[in-house]
């Protein structure tokens, strides 16, 4: 354990930092499943539905630096095109 101020103070930022990116991520990726749960029930309307719910987390945890852009753009590139499949 660090002995001065500053570093336990670095200590305890970094974990509460590490719970928040934990817990987005962890949104995110409920969000993309009931999008593919949607898209392998064949379901068309509810994936339509939980589609811009899931991108609009995606996009938020990137504007926060969660995710990387690139990576955000593939999340949501990768269900829409699972949505689209259903047409």
């Known amino acids: 354990m660090a002995n001065i101020k500053s ?6 930022t970094s974990q509460v930092r590490a719970d928040r990116n934990k817990a987005i ?3 995110v ?3 993309i ?7 392998a ?5 509810a994936a339509q539905a939980a589609l811009p719910v899931a ?3 995606i996009s938020k945890a990137a504007s926060k630096g969660i995710y990387h852009k690139n990576t955000a753009a593939r999340k949501v590139s990768r269900i829409t095109k699972a ?4 047409a």
């Open 7 to 12: 570093a336990k103070k670095r200590v305890r």
């Open 25 to 27: 991520k962890s949104k």
């Open 83 to 86: 949505v689209n499949s259903l």
């Open 55 to 57: 991108i609009g987390e």
């Open 41 to 45: 029930a064949k379901d068309k309307a």
């Open 33 to 39: 499943k009931k999008v593919d749960a949607a898209v």
């Open 29 to 31: 990726k409920t969000y």
